[in-house]
């Protein structure tokens, strides 16, 4: 950085010349834009280090300049001829050194110096070579004051400090004051909202343990209604099997013949006993499924394999002329899960299928997506309404004039299916449009 830029310098030798040295400083402070309190402190620096400096009896010399680049500082140097004063100067200016931004005393190759400087504030005019000019000329017309007129401005920045000093305290006693206030007013709304929390807290408390009770609750009905459904489907399944017997045996052709008339009623008695047979079956399944009690038989499944027999088992209920029935090739050829549970979904997906498409196709496919495998069984059938593409998964829901092209249904086959899936670890989702078809996705995780 460059030295400063020399303003003025005068010389300090008896002590009127502290005095004029001293209004000097302030008037120099004043002219580089230094804020008042400032102008006084460094003027109070410089009159204490020419009052020690005279009392040692040294003539100084004193030059006042200014550092345009860089920070811009007002710097005073205070030099004196004499060798060896500048340990002994610093101590006594150690005080004084706290008026300033940045105080010094050394002994150079001339004498002892001692420099010290103030920062100028950010809003202090730029101090441009025509600025430092105009300071200059300014100061040449500076005439110094009597001791007395000093004495006079001093006392007046005396009063003026003190009046400020007053202010600032009764500023700050006002804002204690209101902070006080503010305190007390803060803490009593904390107080009061963590009184509501509290209130709040043990309301919920309060609410989770009806709520704990209510779902213990559920769980004993939904268990019981369970444990009912596989008591009475297993009850009925004895006298139904029997019936269906019986009708077998009259119409039999080794029994004694029947009337024709005879014979249609044994026929409608074996079809419903039948209707009533898969009825309870499904009902039992699903019981036993809601009930915890199917626990799945994980093992390597060979998806090849449950494809083939899917196939086999299936196209002779798809007969339909208009419709294709495809099972594509799994795309995937292994996978870790329960292969009867896993068939029996698929079954009933297909079975349904077919039984709502009148032409079109039905196409079973399995797809590898992210760490899952998806089974899609596409129709192109009668579709179902938004709005009702969650109820079919409720138990006995079956859509208000949806016509099973074969088939009665219970409306227990795709709540059961749901099951089964989340059984086995994954999720079952339909899409569908109605008159366009529908697509039920089946998404197992590759290794649950
Ligand atoms: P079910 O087939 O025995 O009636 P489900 O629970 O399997 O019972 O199906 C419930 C209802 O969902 C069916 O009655 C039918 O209205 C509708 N549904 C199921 N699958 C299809 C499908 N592929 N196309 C159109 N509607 C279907």
């Known amino acids: 950085m460059n030295s400063p830029d020399p303003l003025v310098s005068t010389r300090i030798r008896v002590e009127q010349d502290v005095f004029a040295v001293r209004q000097l400083g302030r008037e120099v402070g004043r002219l580089v834009g230094l804020e008042d309190q400032d102008q006084i402190r460094l003027a109070t620096a410089l009159s204490e280090v020419g009052r020690l400096l005279v009392a040692a009896g040294r003539e100084t010399e004193v ?21 060896g004063d500048a340990d002994q ?67 007046q920045q005396l009063i003026a400090t003190l009046d400020e000093v007053r202010a600032q305290r009764d500023d700050l006693a006002r804002l204690n004051a209101e902070l006080e206030e503010t305190n007390r ?50 009850e009925l399944r004895a006298p139904v099997t029997a019936i269906i017997g019986l009708g077998r045996l009259l119409s039999d ?83 870790h899960s329960d292969e009867v549970l896993l068939a029996q979904v698929l079954r009933n997906l297909l079975t349904n299928a077919i039984k ?45 004039g949806s016509q099973a092209l074969s088939g009665k249904g219970t409306g227990l086959g795709l709540p059961y299916a749901r099951r089964l899936v989340g059984i086995l670890g994954g999720a079952l989702r339909v899409s569908s449009e109605p008159g366009k078809g529908s697509t039920f996705t089946v998404s197992l995780p590759v290794s649950p």
Do not use: C
């Open 63 to 83: 030059v006042f300049a200014a550092s345009p680049d860089g920070v811009p500082a007002l710097t005073v140097k205070l030099e004196h001829a004499a060798h």
């Open 89 to 155: 100067l610093a101590a006594q200016l150690a005080q004084v050194a706290r008026l300033v931004d940045s105080m010094e005393v050394r002994d150079g190759e001339t004498g002892t110096i001692v420099r010290m400087s103030r920062r100028l504030p950010p809003n202090a005019p730029v101090l441009s070579p025509g600025r430092m000019d105009d300071i200059r000329s300014e100061l040449t017309g500076h005439v110094p004051g009597s001791p007395f007129d000093e004495l006079a401005v001093q006392n």
């Open 185 to 234: 007013g803060v803490m009593a709304l904390y107080h009061q909202l963590s009184d509501e929390l509290e209130e709040t807290n043990r309301g919920v408390v309060a609410l989770y343990n009806e709520l704990d009770e209510k779902s213990v609750q559920l769980r004993a009905a939904s268990e019981a209604k369970s444990r009912f459904l596989a008591n009475v489907s297993h």
């Open 253 to 335: 052709d080794a029994s004694d013949p029947l009337t024709s008339e005879q014979e249609r009623q044994v026929e409608l008695i074996r079809g419903s006993a039948a209707d009533l047979l898969s009825l309870v079956n499904d009902l039992l399944d699903l019981a036993k499924a809601e009930a915890g009690r199917l626990e799945p038989n994980w093992s390597d499944v060979d998806l090849k394999a449950v494809f083939g027999q899917l196939r086999g088992t299936l196209r002779p209920l798809a007969t339909r002329p208009g419709v294709d029935f495809v099972v594509e090739e799994p795309a995937v050829p292994r996978l």
């Open 356 to 400: 709502f498409t009148a032409e079109g196709s039905v196409r079973l496919a399995a797809t590898r997506v992210g760490g899952e495998i998806e089974f899609t069984v596409a129709d192109t059938g009668a579709g179902i309404a938004p709005e009702l593409q969650e109820r079919i998964f409720e138990e006995f829901y079956q859509v208000p």
